[in-house]
Each structure stands twice: as structure tokens, then as C-alpha cells.
């Protein structure tokens, strides 16, 4: 089975956080990791009461959407995402539905390192790493987009004056009826504007975090006793590691960040180290080459009484803020947590220049390309490596390829004003 996707996606790179880049991709369709997707969805209605907010901040109806685990084979557009759910408008996901896929292949080679290129893990936390991170990241990718992305309702009161709750509701954060929803024309987007997707993604990967913990969803999956308590870790354990290397995508001196994904695991190391009581600590060192260096630590034993405490709170006003369409407690919660600082104890400045002099070189995807033989596809594979990146791109726009070149240079000259050189 063949899927495609084209069209005007993603917001992540709009300086404005509302146009949506152009991409398209065509991937084959995984079917035994889709039959797991598939229990995962017809578990989802009995599964999302075990969100952390009042009934009635959930959607009145999950529609239950398609979810596929697909084999990319090649992928147009400035990044290759490991999971997807679309389309990106709430108000549509809230009335008509959505679809999931999860790109299996990207996991498999995206997350595929050496231990001795791992950094900011002690040696047995590698190990666990390597053998883990791959099925842990599926199970955080299957619930980031399904019950993440598709969970949460938004208070709406539309062109009749008609809301779509009750307005008597107790907003569980401030013990008061609910003051603040989204009147007619106005949407998630337009509201939360430039916090909108980092904000989005946080409270997917906070779902992740929170309903991994569950035995129920990690036996969909096929893990069970010691293995699940392992899956747990190394998922928690790789979010906070990913908060950590989120620091390369900070700019100090605009105090911007450059990527919502990583903004957003960041805010969720903030979160656990505020918790405290030793879950999580990342204390700065000398490596064995001389040069600053740095461990972190998670405390498995704390993570479902600590940890799981922390996210559901945080999670809750994630929540909360965004169905009652409150954007200035939602914006002052997130840049609070968005904020980097030398300050003691954390100095995440200093802690930031260590991940860049650490950071493993940037992965890059060789895709293949297909061609027409006699009537019937070839499949052309490449080595990889740089030639063999350079290759596959000469050789798939060998006809238009001046063309294309004229049309990103513009397009990149248009929106240069926007980037900081």
C-alpha cells in the first residue's frame, strides 16, 4: 500500500508561526507496526479519562482517526519528522477528525547511535539507551500524536452567540467560573500565535510522558514486566536528555528559540528539575578529555510518584489555558519555563555551550529514488554518505534542476530579512 502527502504543512519555520511550509513525501504502508496503531485507536476512547483535566475539557466526541505506521521513501521538504498528525487546524480536528502516521524508517535511522558517541549518559544508562530507545519512541511517538495531538477540546462560542460548553464551568486552576474562550473567526493559531506550535508540541510530548506510564497502552505495544519498566525509563530518560540538547536551538542573543520540538523537551526538563526531590539532576563536570562535560541522572523509582505528579500538573494548565483560549496566563506559564539563564544552580547558558562542543555531527537522510524501466520501477539505492546524498539529489532533478535552484534561491532571499546572520 502507498501513501502521499503534499501540500502546505508545517508553521515550525514561518517566522510568524502561521504559513505553512510546502512538502510532500511518498511511503509505503508498515502493517504489522499499523495493527498496533490500529489497537491503539480503538483503545483511545477508554484510554483519554486518564488525562489529567476534567471531563469537560475533553472533546465531546473522539473521532476516531486512521493511524499508519509508514516506510518513507522519499521526503520533500526542509525535515524529515518522525511522526505526523494532520491536518494542523484544532477546530477541524475538534469537528471533523484527523489522521496519524508514525514514519517508522526515520525512527530506526534517526535514533540509531554509537555508545561511545552518546553523550551525557552514565554507562549503564547508555546501554539501557541503545536497546530501548528505539521501542520507547514508538510508544511516545503513538501517543504524542494520537492521544496528544487528537486530545483537549476548545471552548468556542460561535457567529450565534451559541458556546460549546457550559458556561458555568469551574476552571480547575483558578476555582472560578470559566472567564475566556474563542469567539467567532478566532482560532487556536490566531490566538497563541508565535507559542502556538512550540506550546502544541510540549503538550504532546507531556501525553506521552504521562500515559506511557500506563501497563495497559505499553501492552498494545508488546512490552510487559521488567521490558515495560525499561520502555518507561529510557523514554523518560530521552526526553530529558533531549531538553538538554534542546539548548543548541537557543539563540542568546536574540533570547529566541529556532525549533518548537526542542523548545518544548526543554520546558519539560524545567519541569522535572523544579519537581525535585532528586528525580532528575544534570550536574556539569570535566570529561575525561580535560574539556566541560556533563551527567544526567534520572531516578526510576520516583518517576511514577515525583515525575507523574509534576506532569499532571503542568499538563493540567497546558490544558486548561488552552481550551479557555487564556493566552496570557498560557504565554506567561510557557516562556517562564522557556527561559535560559547562567543563573545557579542549573546555568543553562554555560550548560548550553558544553552541548554544542559535545553534539554529535547532524545526520543526514540519503534517500532513494525510483525510475522507469522497460514498463516496470527500478529502486536505486545509495551509499551513505555526503556523494551519496549529493547523487540522489542530482539524479532525481537531473531534468529541472537549474529551475529549482532559481526558485529556492528567491524563496530563501525573500525571507532572509526574517533570519539573523
Given at each position: 500500500i502507498v501513501e502521499s502527502y503534499i501540500g502546505f504543512i508545517e508553521s515550525y519555520r514561518d517566522p510568524y508561526g502561521s504559513r505553512g511550509e510546502f512538502e510532500g513525501f511518498v511511503a509505503v504502508v508498515n502493517k504489522d507496526m499499523s495493527a498496533k496503531f490500529t489497537r491503539l485507536v480503538a483503545s483511545a476512547e477508554r484510554l483519554l479519562p486518564q488525562l489529567p483535566w476534567?471531563?469537560?475539557?475533553?472533546?465531546?466526541?473522539?473521532?476516531?482517526?486512521?493511524?499508519?505506521?509508514?516506510?518513507?521513501?522519499?521526503?520533500?521538504?526542509?525535515?524529515?519528522?518522525?511522526?505526523?498528525?494532520?491536518?494542523?487546524?484544532?477546530?477541524?480536528?475538534?469537528?471533523?477528525?484527523?489522521?496519524?502516521?508514525?514514519?517508522?524508517?526515520?525512527?530506526?535511522?534517526?535514533?540509531?547511535?554509537?555508545?561511545?558517541?552518546?553523550?551525557?549518559?552514565?554507562?549503564?544508562d547508555k546501554d539501557l539507551y541503545i536497546k530501548w530507545k528505539g521501542p520507547s519512541f514508538e510508544v511516545q511517538v503513538g501517543l504524542h500524536e494520537l492521544l496528544g495531538h487528537g486530545s483537549g477540546k476548545l471552548f468556542v462560542q460561535d457567529d450565534k452567540g451559541k458556546f460549546n460548553f457550559d458556561?458555568?464551568?469551574?476552571?480547575?486552576?483558578?476555582?472560578?467560573?470559566?472567564?475566556?474562550w474563542y469567539k467567532q473567526g478566532e482560532t487556536w493559531d490566531s490566538k497563541f500565535s508565535t507559542i502556538a506550535s512550540?506550546?502544541?508540541?510540549?503538550?504532546?510530548?507531556?501525553?506521552?510522558?504521562?500515559?506511557?506510564?500506563?501497563?495497559?497502552?505499553?501492552?498494545?505495544?508488546?512490552?510487559?514486566?521488567?521490558?515495560?519498566?525499561?520502555v518507561i525509563y529510557v523514554n523518560w530518560l530521552t526526553m530529558v536528555r533531549a531538553g538538554v540538547l534542546g539548548l543548541e536551538f537557543y539563540t542568546p542573543e536574540t533570547q529566541k528559540w529556532r525549533?518548537?520540538?526542542?523548545?518544548?523537551?526543554?520546558?519539560?526538563?524545567?519541569?522535572?528539575?523544579?519537581?525535585?526531590?532528586?528525580?532528575?539532576?544534570?550536574?556539569?563536570?570535566?570529561?575525561?578529555?580535560?574539556k566541560p562535560d556533563a551527567i544526567i541522572?534520572?531516578?526510576r523509582?520516583?518517576?511514577?510518584?515525583?515525575?507523574?505528579?509534576?506532569?499532571?500538573?503542568?499538563?493540567?494548565?497546558l490544558q486548561v489555558y488552552k481550551s479557555t483560549a487564556d493566552v496570557e496566563a498560557g504565554r506567561a506559564l510557557y516562556s517562564n519555563y522557556s527561559r535560559v539563564t547562567d543563573a545557579e544552580p542549573e546555568r543553562y547558558l554555560t550548560l548550553r555551550q558544553t552541548v554544542l562542543l559535545r553534539k554529535e555531527s547532524r545526520k543526514m537522510f540519503v534517500q532513494a529514488n525510483t525510475r522507469i524501466e522497460g514498463g516496470d520501477v527500478q529502486?536505486?539505492?545509495?551509499?551513505?554518505?555526503?556523494?551519496?546524498?549529493?547523487?540522489?539529489?542530482?539524479?532525481?532533478?537531473?531534468?529541472?534542476?537549474?529551475?529549482?535552484?532559481?526558485?529556492?534561491?528567491?524563496?530563501?532571499?525573500?525571507?532572509?530579512?526574517?533570519?539573523?546572520?
Open positions: 476534567p471531563q469537560p475539557f475533553e472533546k465531546d466526541r473522539f473521532l476516531k482517526p486512521d493511524f499508519t505506521s509508514l516506510d518513507v521513501l522519499t521526503f520533500a521538504g526542509s525535515g524529515i519528522p518522525a511522526g505526523i498528525n494532520i491536518p494542523n487546524y484544532d477546530d477541524i480536528r475538534q469537528t471533523v477528525g484527523f489522521k496519524n502516521v508514525s514514519l517508522g524508517n526515520v525512527l530506526a535511522v534517526a535514533y540509531h547511535t554509537q555508545k561511545e558517541k552518546l553523550t551525557f549518559l552514565e554507562d549503564h458556561t458555568s464551568l469551574v476552571n480547575p486552576e483558578t476555582g472560578e467560573e470559566v472567564k475566556s512550540t506550546y502544541e508540541e510540549c503538550r504532546a510530548e507531556c501525553v506521552g510522558l504521562y500515559l506511557c506510564l500506563s501497563r495497559e497502552i505499553l501492552k498494545i505495544f508488546n512490552h510487559e514486566g521488567a521490558d515495560a519498566d525499561d525549533q518548537a520540538h526542542m523548545q518544548a523537551r526543554f520546558v519539560i526538563l524545567r519541569v522535572l528539575l523544579e519537581a525535585g526531590e532528586g528525580l532528575v539532576t544534570v550536574r556539569q563536570t570535566t570529561g575525561t578529555d580535560g541522572t534520572l531516578d523509582e520516583k518517576i511514577g510518584t515525583v515525575g507523574k505528579a509534576a506532569i499532571e500538573a503542568f499538563l493540567r494548565k529502486f536505486q539505492n545509495y551509499e551513505a554518505s555526503a556523494a551519496g546524498l549529493i547523487s540522489s539529489f542530482v539524479e532525481r532533478f537531473s531534468e529541472d534542476g537549474d529551475e529549482l535552484e532559481t526558485c529556492l534561491q528567491e524563496l530563501s532571499c525573500r525571507d532572509s530579512k526574517h533570519w539573523r546572520i
